[in-house]
């Protein structure tokens, strides 16, 4: 059996190889997954991942608003949520309580806070305020994509929860109105950009210092800008249906995905005890 080394409490800051950094963040960042009881099986529960967070502390775990509670996906009473992590078929697996107990949402900041003492000694990513440069190499973590089962005792199934990671720079640092249509706009708030595309499931998940692993914003969304416009035919290599078209109208955007500094968050943080 392989020995996976667990570190405790803050992890290290010291400068190392991404790979190293990584590594250490899979204790951290994990996913956040609702219990939703079944409608057609009673006693059952429909699963599903909602998103990416990380703890700051050893009992403070941070992650989006807009992961709990969507007006696309939002929170129904009755759900039941986990923070579950997969460290290569090992499961993470953190029960935690209920909305207004032990999760506290704040849908201006598009923040939520949850409260898990699940483990002592549980590993936390240091974080950072400071202004962020252009050009920083920066890193991201988490859960995209990700689907979790149960086994036949009810314990978490890890093999389709895949911890994905990715390394860029920060090519923005700005000020920007952000409004994703979900009733809680962010006028002129402070924003990091990236040129890589965050996608479902990255929500709430560390943006961190590539060689320390310092967080220093997390996880937003992304925007898309239309930069082209063309008819396009299209050659099939099978015969075509009747009544459909092989011409096609092809756009090309230019993508960038957002995330929110930290420091947009400092006083939320500071008030569940979150230090530097």
């Known amino acids: 059996m392989t020995h996976i080394f667990v570190p ?17 963040l899979r204790h951290a960042v994990l996913a956040v997954v609702r219990f939703r009881p079944s409608q057609q099986q009673p006693g059952l529960f429909e699963i599903s991942v909602l998103g990416t967070g990380f703890f700051v502390s050893s009992d403070v775990f941070m992650t989006c608003w807009h992961v709990i509670d969507s007006p696309q996906m939002p929170h129904q009473a009755g759900d039941k949520y986990q923070l579950v992590g997969n460290l290569g078929a090992i499961p993470i697996s953190l029960p935690v309580g209920d909305i207004g107990t032990d999760i506290h949402l704040f849908p201006d900041q598009d923040l939520a806070i949850i409260i898990c003492k699940a483990n002592k000694g549980q590993p936390y990513l240091s974080i950072g305020y400071a202004d962020i440069p252009v050009g920083m190499e920066i890193g ?13 005792s009810g314990n978490p199934d890890v093999k389709a929860l895949v911890y994905r990671v990715a390394k860029g ?3 923005a640092v700005f000020r920007y109105d952000i409004d994703h249509q979900d009733g809680h706009p962010l006028p002129d708030t402070q924003v990091v950009e990236v040129n890589f595309m ?8 560390p943006i961190f210092e590539a060689e320390t692993g310092r967080a220093i914003a997390y996880v937003k969304g992304f925007r898309t800008h239309k930069i082209q416009e063309a008819a396009q035919q299209c050659f099939p290599t099978t015969q075509v249906p009747n009544g459909i078209s092989t011409t096609y109208l092809d756009a090309v955007h230019a993508v960038y995905s957002i995330g929110l500094t930290l420091d947009l968050v400092r006083d939320r943080l500071e008030q569940f005890g979150v230090k530097l």
């Open 8 to 24: 405790s409490g803050r992890l290290n800051t010291k400068k190392r190889d991404f790979r190293s950094v990584v590594s250490d």
């Open 140 to 152: 991201v973590a988490g859960y995209p994509l990700a689907r979790l089962a149960t086994d036949a």
């Open 169 to 171: 720079v920060a090519t």
């Open 198 to 205: 965050f996608v479902p499931g990255n929500s709430g998940g």
